[in-house]
């Protein structure tokens, strides 16, 4: 049973990201052991949704194999027109659809499922469109959040058409959007008519207002949350965050890392209460480390289950050994 039983979450992912200086989709790239998209999807599974939508384009048949496990649903963007064509592209799919459609970045591995569903909870199912916005430090390049005097949301302001006291507003857009079920209705409005000929899906802020609905923020605390990946410092970035966030789920689950900084578990590990890891040691793939085990330094284990440390030595390089062959 669906726990957001009225949400349809779509996810864009079309995007080749030429900043990335590569042949491969952007959300393909690997932080933590998975690509930036599952991170996403595996985020907007935990809600339980009705349906979710993975919007992609370049490299579609290689999105297809390698996110074929997840169980989500593909439409393709033939041609990308800008992300409010991409999520036009969705109109088929959820066809008599009546619940709220929630539109995530497929590059946006940080968000937490904790701020995701308490995003789906803010807006009541017909009170119009809301978008997560955050106050950043340093806004340049980001859409600025105009509001009106109670508090929604007016406009977004982007960076090359914003005057200098716009400029200096520090409520961005990153993004993500929880839209009614009038949502594909009123897209049918959005126009190219700009210099880059693409529709925007920035201008359904101001569709939804000239229809009567009210636009209304939803504040995210950590800036973190809504980083996205465009070129790959920031994919260098993204990793160290997700790793932290790995590393301290285990110290606090039970574990001891003499040096947490020298050691790499990927978001697939799995570790009991009482191990112990050496420095320099990486835990990749489907990885279990059983109750007591010391892992001694430098050593690479790859996809086993391991149930004694008793074969394993500094400098070791295990690969999928199940738990029958690791207490020989």
Not at 72 to 81: D, M, P, S, T
Not at 91 to 109: A, I, R, T
Not at 132 to 158: A, H, Q, T, W, Y
Not at 272 to 284: F, G, R
Request: some cysteine.
């Amino acid at each position: 049973m669906s726990q957001f039983e009225n949400l349809a979450v779509v996810i864009l992912a079309a995007g080749l990201g030429t900043r990335m200086k590569s042949e491969f989709p952007k959300v393909l790239h690997e932080a933590a052991g998975r690509p930036l998209v599952e991170h996403v999807i595996r985020a907007a599974q935990r809600l339980k949704p009705e349906k979710i939508i993975v919007v992609i384009g370049h490299g579609a048949n290689l999105m297809r194999q390698r996110l074929a496990h997840t169980g989500v649903e593909f439409v393709e963007q033939k041609q990308q027109l800008g992300t409010g064509h991409a999520l036009l592209q969705c109109q088929e799919s959820l066809e008599g659809f009546k619940g709220q459609v929630m539109v995530l970045n497929g590059d946006g591995p940080l968000l937490r499922f904790e701020s995701l569903k308490a995003f789906a909870g803010s807006q009541a199912d017909d009170t119009g469109m809301s978008l997560m916005i955050c106050e950043v430090e340093n806004p340049f390049g980001l859409g600025r959040i105009i509001r009106l005097n109670d508090g929604s949301v007016s406009k977004i302001v982007e960076e090359k058409d914003a005057s200098p006291q716009e400029k200096a507003m520090k409520e961005v857009n990153p993004g993500i959007y929880l839209f009614n079920s009038q949502v594909f209705k009123l897209a049918q409005k959005l126009n190219n008519q700009n210099a880059a000929g693409e529709y925007y899906i920035t201008d359904l802020v101001d569709i939804y207002i000239k229809a009567g609905f009210k636009v209304n923020p939803f504040k995210i605390a950590d800036e973190r949350e809504v980083l996205g990946v465009n070129n790959r410092k920031q994919l260098a970035e993204i990793e160290t965050i997700l790793r932290w966030r790995i590393r301290d789920q285990w110290l606090l689950s039970g574990v001891t890392m003499i040096d947490p900084a020298s050691v790499y578990i990927d978001d697939e590990v799995v570790l009991e209460p009482d191990t112990i890891i050496h420095p320099n040691v990486h835990l990749k793939g489907k990885t279990v480390i059983h109750r007591g085990v010391t892992i001694p330094p430098n050593v690479i284990i790859d996809n086993s289950s391991i149930n004694t440390d008793r074969l394993i030595t500094p400098f070791s390089v295990i690969k999928d050994l199940g738990p029958e062959e690791s207490k020989a």
